[in-house]
């Protein structure tokens, strides 16, 4: 994840990112301390970028639906 934040910023020439993250799945949800641990590295391996993580139902439909309409936009251009 950090390594995916860290490129759009630097695709995108920023010296600082802000993005939201959809994050789904059961260890992410229910484990006690793992979304911490997870901001906090992410934190410490992208720097440069502040990654706000939004908690997601049923992900892998939104992520589906979101990725054929991004194949559709471009089919499109």
Do not use: W
């Amino acid at each position: 994840m950090a390594a995916v934040v860290d490129k759009i910023r630097e695709d995108r020439k920023l010296e600082r990112l802000s993005i939201t993250v959809g994050v789904d799945g059961a260890l992410y949800k229910l484990h006690p301390h793992f979304s911490q641990v997870v901001k906090e590295t992410v934190r410490v391996m992208a720097p440069q970028c502040d990654v706000t993580f939004l908690p997601s139902e049923e992900g892998s439909g939104k992520g589906a639906a979101l990725i054929a309409a991004v194949v559709q936009s471009i089919n499109n251009i």
